[in-house]
């Protein structure tokens, strides 16, 4: 089975900066994609970002200018620059790797204090 494992939350103010950092293992094959996505106690998860092994990128309109999804050199593994953070962007975020109905890890805690 794939483990995913996040790493990276903490507190933050606002306009402060976090690298998250995900890590999948238990998979002898690259990862097609992988990607990021958050959820609040009040609102469904929603997408964040996704990369591809070739490095094609998705961004929610949200973020696009302030967040940078990047593969490492091992292609399973997967990082969150997040720049100029606000506080609408605290939720837990969870990472993703879509393999079949997709796997996904148990979620780093993003606060942002304004």
């Known amino acids: 089975q794939v483990q995913l494992v996040e790493s990276g939350g903490g507190l933050v103010q606002a306009g402060g900066s976090l690298r998250l950092s995900c890590v999948a293992s238990?998979?002898?094959?690259?990862?097609?994609?992988m990607g990021w996505y958050r959820q609040t106690p009040g609102k469904q998860r929603e997408l964040v970002a996704t990369?591809?092994?070739?490095?094609?990128?998705n961004y929610a309109d949200s973020v696009k200018v302030r967040f940078t999804i990047s593969r490492g050199v091992a292609k399973n593994t997967v990082y969150l620059q997040m720049n100029n953070l606000k506080p609408e962007d605290t939720a837990i975020y969870y990472c993703?790797?879509?393999?079949?109905?997709?796997?996904w890890g148990k979620g780093t805690l993003v606060t942002v204090s304004s």
């Open positions: 993703n790797a879509a393999i079949g109905a997709g796997y």
């Open positions: 238990g998979s002898m094959f690259s990862i097609h994609t």
């Open positions: 990369i591809t092994s070739g490095g094609s990128t």
